[in-house]
């Protein structure tokens, strides 16, 4: 008889990583502006280390240097206010990786690789913005984001490890349930709702919100472990226990943040600052 994987194995690991990264993120956010793009460089900087050493082993280290330079570039131009020379930068600097690359093929993953993280990275600091302080719009819609994705994740994990049933896709990530998908909609929904309280805003547009930045979470999760799955590692990294590498744990909320911020540049009264 095979022994059923007790519910909730690695919740512990889950907690104290989700510690770890709260206590690097609320600090650096509440200022905003340079100081949080700092938070942001230095996640960045791991994100592209993880990425080009699973895209590619034994890179040398110029192919490192390229995505860190640029990240950092494109940040600074980023909080300065030059956010067109910002992204001007990033993609001149993917077309430079995949030269770099080129004598070693697989070009498209260095070009690719750089876009993935570097793009959400700016769109993380563009939502937050340079506005400091809890009580400041661009740190309130900062923080409905991550804590919609976070509660995406938690009520996924809980009701999927507690109810189980059939598979999303479990090619692509064995352990993701239908149940789980939907505990986490519900569980966003309810954290959405609370935050808009919270903030002093209509309840209503959590809900609105919270079940759109959710179902991207989840598909951000998914693109990462297709991603993984072609590369055929099974994480990007040991940095963060139970998780893996950081990538692991940020791909659902640099999905969210991606997609945020456009919606924002589109609407920008959505949530103004």
């Not at 067109?84 to 260095?110: C, D, P, Q, Y």
């Not at 999303?168 to 519900?186: D, H, M, Q, R, V």
């Not at 808009?196 to 959710?214: C, D, N, Q």
């Not at 993984?228 to 940020?250: A, E, I, S």
């Amino acid at each position: 008889m095979i022994a059923k994987r007790p519910p909730y194995k690695d919740l512990s690991s889950r907690i104290f990583t989700a510690l770890f990264l709260t206590a690097i993120i609320i600090p650096f956010s509440y200022f905003g502006g340079w100081i949080f793009a700092a938070m942001t460089a230095l996640l960045g900087v791991r994100l592209s280390y993880e990425f080009v050493r699973m895209s590619d082993p034994g890179a040398p280290g110029i192919a490192f240097v390229i995505p860190t330079v640029s990240l950092i570039g494109a940040l600074i131009l980023l909080v300065a206010g030059f956010g067109l020379w910002a992204i001007g930068l990033v993609f001149i600097s993917a077309l430079i990786a995949g030269v770099e690359r080129f004598r070693r093929s697989g070009v498209i993953w260095s070009v690719f690789g750089l876009l993935y993280i570097a793009l959400p990275v700016l769109a993380t600091q563009f939502v937050r913005s340079d506005a400091a302080g809890f009580t400041s719009p661009a740190f309130q819609r900062f923080l409905f984001v991550v804590l919609v994705v976070v509660a995406a994740d938690v009520g996924a994990y809980l009701g999927g490890s507690k109810l189980r049933g059939p598979k999303i896709a479990p090619k692509l990530s064995p352990n993701k349930t239908w149940s789980g998908f939907f505990s986490g909609l519900i569980f966003a929904c309810i954290v959405g709702m609370v935050s808009m309280a919270i903030f002093g805003k209509p309840i209503i547009w959590g809900l609105l919100l919270a079940p759109p930045i959710s179902i991207i979470s989840v598909v951000g999760d998914f693109f990462e472990s297709g991603l993984k799955r072609r590369l055929n590692v099974k994480d990007t990294g040991q940095l963060l226990p139970g998780h893996g590498g950081l990538l692991d744990r940020l791909d659902a909320l640099m999905a969210a943040m991606s997609i945020f911020a456009v919606v924002l540049l589109l609407i920008p009264a959505l949530w103004a600052v």
